[in-house]
């Protein structure tokens, strides 16, 4: 931004009093001072820091301005932005809960032919973590799809496709499995699907599929959450690594040998038993956190979204 344009914005805000400054990705200006490599880019943003903070300092609360500010990495801003007149009101925007999903979908399908038939409740169960912009990617996707399909309304097979793009990337089609390989990934995936049917703690199995997409996943089994989960119980986790394994499980009694299909699931599997351990104090060596406090302190911020 440079300092003579904070300066200028300012000086048209009190001209145009009252009137609201809104700062967008404040990360961006707003970074820590002092932790740069000491080059001219990183004067440059501490000298306009260094404005804001000037310009900020010097409101009066009769002028009109007020000024507003966001971000998704709270935890980088320099303390001088925070403190008392300045950004002393913090307002956390959540992720929207399935009920908010809901909401939101049915305010980006206006104008959009849709099958009567598509039940926005499953849609909005099935995109926990979708912030407003990812539903509105999700409905553009499907309408997308369905135009190309030179179909007249939005089908559920149209949505069913563009949120495993949204969460799994497109469809792979330049790699092609030999009919081993397609017969160990199947086994694999069904694994997954026995095993989370067998559990209680896993939620009802939504779809399974082999077809590779482009972020890596040679196939995919997905389950359906009934509720949104806030909290999780050590027998819930205990449930969420077992069907994690179901598919290494499945390998090696249909395979006869393990393969390396399961490497994310190890990787997921792994986290959630360490942070068993590490974190949440559910294992034999007691009620007690081996993270260190700042650590814990930003994860809990982040899993607050």
Sequence with gaps: LGTNHVR?????????APCIVFIDEIDALGRKRGEGL?????????NTLNQLLVEMDGFDPSSGVIVMAATNRPEILDGALLRAGRFDRHVLVGLPHREGRRAILEIHLEGVS????????????RTPGFAGADLAGLINEAALLAARRNKSIVTSAEF????????????????????????????????HAVVGALLENVDPLQ?????????????????????ERNLQTESELRDLITM??????????????ATTGA???????????????????????????????????ISSSVSAH
């Design 207 to 227: 779809k399974v599929t082999i077809t590779p997409r482009m972020l890596g996943s040679r196939g995919v089994t997905q389950f359906e959450p009934q509720e």
């Design 38 to 46: 000491g080059t001219t880019g990183d004067r440059d943003a501490d």
């Design 244 to 257: 994690t394994l179901g598919g290494r499980a499945a390998e090696i009694v249909f395979c006869g040998e």
């Design 114 to 125: 849709v099958d009567p038939n598509i039940s926005l409740d499953s849609i909005a169960a």
């Design 160 to 191: 069913d496709e563009a949120i495993e793009r949204q969460m799994l990337g497109l469809q792979h089609k330049g790699l092609v499995y030999n009919d081993k390989e397609k017969r160990i990934i199947a086994y694999h995936e069904i694994g």
């Design 263 to 297: 490497q994310n699931d190890l990787a997921q599997a792994t986290k959630i038993a360490g942070d068993m351990v590490r974190k949440f104090g559910m294992s034999p060596l007691g009620s007690r956190s081996y993270e260190a406090a700042r650590q814990a302190l």
């Design 8 to 16: 200028n914005t300012f000086k048209q805000a009190r001209a145009a």
